[in-house]
């Protein structure tokens, strides 16, 4: 016997508690056991006045149920819409500068506030460019096979032909000076090669910065401000730098810069770069005339900068690609 009434409560009853509207819909609609539907298929059986009266009203009971169930298939659909806020943002793995890169962008930030421009050159290098033409003599130690990678090639004396691994950035001097005419202030950052063993100091390809500042007046004053001040712009105002004597074929005199803080290795001082003022052999070299320009230049490793400010205790793990590592800076 098929009771509309029965069913009819039954939903507004299930209506009620409802957890889920699939199963809802299935219970009274499903194609198999939906109660409407067996109501239907009961239908059948009846006499034809029962059909008629009882068949409107399981229609309109349908009908009833059917929107019932739209609108709550609706209202979940924009519920689900609706942004959680008590769900915990998932955090997204963003890019991040290596810090070798994040230490060559900050030291040309400062270089390129006092005017200097940023330059490049090959990492493979000619023999010339590397040491002849910045005055380095044919038997300095720098030029022996244990500090210099050598490109192989056809047997050759010379120097503009025979061909190596860049050992300094140096050679960039000497590239601009022939085609630029003084006055100029220029930096390069660049990565060399020396053939040496690792260890937590030592690698064996390194990213230096060098600086060439040219003019008819510059003096060694000049570069001692110059240095001193980017090395308090990097690493703070409180550090101390000093200047001794050292010897580069390039520059004459030649120096290097040290710089102490509490901050750093106990207070101890610590050789931050080399400089000096540029060798009259070199400007000869580039073609200019002797006696006309004064210049200084510069040239350290960048890697010791962020080793230093972060307190890094291996070099190598600059080069190591360790994300867990790398994200820290
Ligand atoms: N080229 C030198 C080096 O690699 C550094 C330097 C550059 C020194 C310029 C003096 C002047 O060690």
């Known amino acids: 016997m098929i009771n509309i009434d029965q069913i009819k409560q039954s939903f507004e009853q299930d209506i009620k508690a409802i957890t889920d509207v699939e199963s809802l819909k299935v219970k009274y609609l499903g194609r198999k056991q939906g109660l409407l539907t067996l109501a239907f298929k009961e239908l059948v059986n009846l006499d034809q006045a029962q059909r008629q009266k009882l068949g409107p009203l399981l229609n309109s009971l349908k009908k009833e149920i059917e929107n019932a169930i739209l609108n709550l298939e609706k209202q979940s659909a924009s519920s689900s819409e609706k942004a959680d806020l008590t769900v915990p943002p998932i955090s997204e793995m963003t890019g991040m500068l290596h810090p ?15 005017g200097f421009t940023v330059e490049n050159g090959p990492e493979i ?10 005055n380095f003599p044919d038997d300095h130690p720098a030029r022996d096979m244990q500090d210099t990678f050598y ?3 056809p047997e050759t004396k010379d120097p503009h032909k025979k061909l190596v691994m860049r050992t300094h950035t140096s050679p960039v001097q000497v590239r601009f000076m022939k085609t630029h005419k003084p006055p100029f202030a220029i930096i390069v950052p660049g990565t060399v090669y020396r053939n040496e063993a690792t260890d937590v100091t030592h690698e064996y390809t390194l990213t230096q910065l060098e600086g060439l500042v040219v003019g008819e007046d510059v003096n060694f004053a000049n570069m001692v401000w110059t240095l001193d001040y980017v090395l308090k712009k990097y690493f703070g105002s409180d550090i101390k730098t000093k200047i001794l004597p050292t010897y580069f074929p390039f520059v004459e005199p030649g120096a290097e810069l040290a710089m102490s803080s509490p901050r750093f290795k106990d207070g101890k001082w610590v050789e931050m770069l080399g400089c000096g003022m540029v060798h009259q052999n070199v400007f000869k070299h580039a073609g200019y005339q002797t006696g006309k320009y004064q210049g200084f230049a510069f040239g350290f490793g960048t890697m010791r900068f962020p080793l230093m400010k972060h307190g890094i205790p291996d ?10 590592f790398l994200s820290q800076f």
């Open 100 to 114: 070798l890169s994040k230490t060559q962008k900050d030291l040309e930030d400062i270089f390129l506030s006092l």
């Open 315 to 324: 070099i190598r793990l600059l080069h190591e690609n360790n994300l867990q």
């Open 125 to 134: 290098e000619s023999d010339y460019n590397n040491f002849v033409a910045l």
């Open 151 to 153: 490109i192989k090639g």
